[in-house]
């Protein structure tokens, strides 16, 4: 009996630290599975993304107080130790061990590779004990993948993250509590335990102790046999005694059973990040309010919630960031529903909300309200982020629908509210089916011809007003292989959404630069979303085209929009400047249609503006806009600030602009967006344009004095 005793409560004991060494591990994942990672690392090594992402949020938020990243060679090439930077070579102690560990994983990864079987976060992690000095760590590893399985970014051979927690006391005080054994603690690997002491021994591959674990087994038989001795009058008390400590100790271990199964249930059913239900207990909760519809009517509304632009906040501000926004978005939106209903997180920036006894009008105030609460100005750890978000309702009066299919409606019913326009709700229509699948049908397409270089530049040239091109603007154009040709103000939201604009970007921005050299001393204007100018890497991306390419910064403008310098904030200046002093200009597109402010051009580095197409547009037809052009022309001389006027497209319009003092015109009227080839002839042309509409017919003396 008492060997049996021991020898279960040492395999329990064995097992229940597996288990804590690969929960360790499989924490990491979510961080290691995104194409940030890939290109952070594998593609082009950014260590300000390491330090935040692998050094700071591993010890902060998975409790890993030393930290390493591995390159595809196996050399440490990041540690990260207690808050701060190491020297790799202070872990030679554990290297052998590390790259044991890293290799193991790499051979699984590639032998799911190689039987096209794909990875997981199930999949993608490893976790072990280890030591050194003395010292155990638990030592998690994951390979940094992308988030398709198919993603072009596979052939760059992964980094490995790798993150090691030291073995504590208290961990050894829950483990003992829960499997219900005695104190367990380290025992010195060249130390031989008690004969009557339990143990268990943890070796490499190598067959070396990395540590012993000691206890005090239970011994039932032993204890049995002391407590039956003594007189036979002793038997009854003895009995009773063994009864009430017997009793005492299994209302003990009752106790601490039933609250070990509660913790892991909980777990099991919230979101560990915020507290909330998780898509599992949502499921439930929802299957619960569906079956009350059966039973006695009524309707039930499913919303899902999206942060707008969430991953700009992980990208620029950093995963701790986007953490504390989470948290402080749920903390917000639990405060107004009702006891009666759910709010669970999904996942990601996603939210759902289960209102039940509700309808249409209920649904659309609640979700109004939640729209109202989560827009404003967050401050956050690292920075200030305007926060905003998109919601998605289905009103459900069958109680017999699938809570996936619930849940798919809801989303269904998000997007349409994020293809609005964002910072709106939408409910659920049956026709939106076909549009999401024509909208993944696109976005695959989109990253297809991202990849292999399928998006084309074309440019639009800006004239004097004697028509002599003095500089171009680079636009994209993407011809779907099946839809034909699409409209930018299709693909370009699109790629904003899917995550894809920075890629879109730093191609158009190469194209714009190997093209810019064949114009020497002609100005190149690129536009730059307020993705790429926030990305953390945006500087260093355009270091290396401008080396890449030997194009001179000088000779590349930037257009940025009004809505970049909305937030005010001190990040985008510091960005702006650095952009000046490395030798580019920029431009302030769509000038007057958004925040305009002399506050902000007085406060970033703006070298020009640009009149918005909504004022050229109506010249001659409309007297306030030829007066808000003049307006702007003399703020902008004021200022000493360069302004061209786009969407030109007649004569009229080209004449009001010279006689308001705008120089610079772009729009139809003298080139429509052409090919590379095309400025080519017009440059070897002499460079310069003619007007496309004809001269117009002598008017009366009275039409062209009232114009």
Not at 167 to 192: C, F
Not at 485 to 513: H, K, Q, W
């Amino acid at each position: 009996g008492d060997s049996l005793a021991r020898t279960r409560e040492e395999n329990l004991v064995r097992q229940g630290m597996t288990e804590m060494a690969n929960d360790h591990s499989l924490l990491m994942t979510p961080m290691t599975i995104w194409d940030k990672a890939v290109e952070s690392t594998a593609v082009k090594y950014n260590e300000a993304w390491v330090t935040d992402n692998i050094g700071r949020y591993f010890q902060s938020y998975l409790n890993f107080e030393s930290n390493l990243l591995v390159d595809g060679n196996g050399e440490i090439r990041f540690a990260y130790r207690n808050g701060a930077k190491a020297d790799p070579a202070s872990f030679t102690p554990l290297m052998g061990q590390t790259r044991e560990t890293v290799d193991e994983l790499r051979r699984r990864f590639e032998t799911q590779m190689q039987k096209n079987q794909g990875y997981t976060a199930e999949t993608n992690h490893l976790g072990r004990l280890v030591a050194v000095d003395g010292h155990v760590y638990f030592m998690g590893a994951s390979l940094l993948l992308p988030d398709a399985q198919k993603s072009p970014l596979l052939k760059y051979k992964p980094f490995a993250a790798v993150g090691m927690h030291e073995l504590k006391p208290a961990e050894l005080a829950n483990l003992s509590q829960r499997y219900l054994v005695s104190a367990i603690h380290l025992l010195p690997t060249d130390a031989v335990p008690a004969r009557d002491h339990a143990v268990v021994a943890f070796k490499d591959d190598s067959g070396h102790v990395l540590a012993q674990l000691t206890w005090m087994p239970e011994t039932p038989g032993r204890t049995l046999f002391i407590r039956t001795l003594g007189p036979v009058l002793m038997i009854s008390l003895g009995l009773g005694l063994i009864a009430i400590v017997l009793l005492h100790q299994s209302q003990k271990a009752a106790q601490s059973l039933i609250a070990s199964e509660a913790k892991a249930k909980h777990m099991a059913l919230h979101d560990g990040l915020t507290g909330l239900p998780n898509r599992t207990l949502f499921a439930d909760r929802l299957t619960q309010a569906c079956e009350r519809i059966k039973r006695h009517g009524g309707q039930v509304a499913v919303m899902c919630i999206g942060l707008d632009r969430f991953k700009d906040v992980n990208d620029t501000l950093g995963h701790v960031a986007g953490d504390q926004l989470i948290r402080f978005n749920a903390q917000k939106i639990s405060t107004m529903i009702r006891t009666s209903d759910t709010l669970a997180r999904l996942g990601g920036d996603e939210f759902v909300i289960v209102q039940t006894d509700t309808d249409g009008a209920s649904a659309a105030s609640l979700a109004k309200r939640v729209l109202e609460a989560l827009t404003g100005v967050v401050n956050l750890e690292n920075g200030q982020v305007f926060s905003s978000c998109s919601i998605g309702v289905t009103v459900l009066n069958d109680g017999d629908i699938d809570p996936a299919e619930a849940l798919r409606q809801a989303d269904l019913a998000l997007y349409r509210a994020k293809d609005l326009g964002r910072g709106q709700y939408a409910f659920f229509e049956i026709e939106m089916d076909a549009t999401i699948k024509l909208r993944k049908t696109m976005e695959t397409g989109l990253r297809e011809a991202i990849h292999v270089g399928d998006v084309t530049v074309v440019y639009q040239p800006q004239v004097d007003h004697y028509g002599q091109v003095v500089g171009v603007e680079a636009l994209c154009r993407w011809t779907h292989p099946t839809r034909g040709p699409v409209s930018p103000g299709y693909f370009i939201p699109l790629a904003e959404e899917c995550g894809l604009m920075n890629d879109l970007g730093t191609m158009v921005m190469r194209r714009a630069m190997q093209d810019a050299r064949r114009w020497p001393g002609l100005k190149v204007a690129v536009n730059v979303s307020a993705t790429q100018l926030r990305s953390s890497d945006f500087i260093d991306i355009l270091r290396g085209l401008i080396e890449e390419t030997r194009t001179p910064a000088s000779q590349i403008e930037l257009e940025i929009t009004e809505g970049v310098l909305l937030n005010d904030d001190h990040t985008t200046q510091i960005v702006l400047r650095e952009l000046r002093h490395m030798g580019f200009s920029i431009a302030l597109d769509d000038f007057g249609t958004g925040y305009s402010s002399l506050g902000y051009l007085s406060r970033y580095p703006v070298d020009k503006i640009k009149i918005d197409r909504s004022f050229v547009s109506n010249l001659g037809v409309d007297p306030e806009s030829e007066a808000v052009i003049r307006a702007i022309v003399k703020l902008s001389k004021a200022l000493n600030l360069s302004i061209v006027a786009e969407g030109v497209e007649t004569r009229a319009q080209k004449t009001i602009l010279r006689q308001t003092g705008c120089p610079i015109i772009q729009g139809f009227l003298f080139s429509r967006p052409v090919p590379v080839a095309e400025i080519d002839t017009i440059i070897r042309s002499g460079g310069r344009l003619t007007p496309s509409e004809p001269e117009p017919q002598a008017e009366p003396a009275r039409t062209a004095s009232a114009r």
